[in-house]
């Protein structure tokens, strides 16, 4: 079982569409939990950082981390053609490596 | 945000030879650098994590005599592919953070073709 699981779509959605990214992790010592956006032959780039459970949000995009049943969740709202991207979540406990989900190819159809 | 380069951004070598791919800290020092690999539609795998003035740590199933690290400066560190083959053809990617508490950046990557 892989440490962070990523559901890898291709997942297309119309403009201004809400558009919901899911990934589900095993580790409990997770504490920290990222999302990563990577467009065609970039690296990625952070988009969100959230620290536990709870919600964060940032102008069109809000993280959501439940511990209890281990699951991370990125929402954008309004979706922009330019938010067409690869999505990666990752997790990482104290001090040690991040472990990065598979990622979710995301298509904004004008 | 604190920016990472790497150089060259694409490379095409022949099989059997070696290539040195570059990655640099343009505006902080980083104490510690990491290399990725990343296959078409897969997700980054971390092949090695560098700190200055060390030897790298090398991740299970990276054979760190073919993939050859140094980081001899807080702003550079240098991963070198000996002998390449087509299977080492892949999307290189590093990142680097300042203290161990800090967000690692992630550079634009290097895509390595060996034919």
């Known amino acids: 079982q892989k440490e962070v699981e990523q559901d890898p779509g291709p997942l297309s959605v119309p403009e201004g569409a809400i558009v919901s990214l899911n990934c589900t992790y095993s580790n409990s010592a997770f504490q920290y939990f990222m999302w990563y956006r990577q467009y065609s032959r970039k690296g990625p780039e952070l988009l969100m950082y959230?620290?536990?459970?709870g919600n964060k949000e940032d102008g069109r995009f809000t993280a959501q981390v439940d511990k209890s049943s281990k699951y991370i969740s990125l929402f954008i709202r309004d979706s922009q053609p330019s938010d067409s991207a690869t999505y990666l979540c990752a997790s990482q406990s104290s001090a040690s490596k991040i472990i990065f989900g598979s990622g979710t190819r995301l298509s904004i159809r004008p | 945000g604190a920016v990472v380069s790497q150089h060259p951004s694409w490379v095409i070598c022949k099989s059997g030879t070696s290539v040195k791919i570059e990655c640099r800290s343009l505006?902080?020092?980083?104490?510690?650098m990491f290399w990725y690999r990343q296959f078409p539609k897969q997700s980054l795998m971390l092949m090695a994590t560098s700190n200055e003035g060390s030897k790298a740590t090398y991740e299970q199933g990276v054979e760190k005599d073919k993939f050859l690290i140094n980081h001899a400066s807080l702003t550079l560190s240098t991963l070198t592919v000996t002998s390449a083959h087509p299977e080492d053809s892949s999307f290189y990617i590093c990142?680097?953070?300042?203290?161990?508490?800090?967000?690692?950046?992630f550079g634009p990557g290097t895509r390595l073709t060996v034919t």
């Open positions: 505006d902080f020092q980083a104490t510690t």
């Open positions: 959230t620290y536990s459970s």
């Open positions: 990142s680097a953070r300042e203290r161990w508490d800090s967000e690692q950046y």
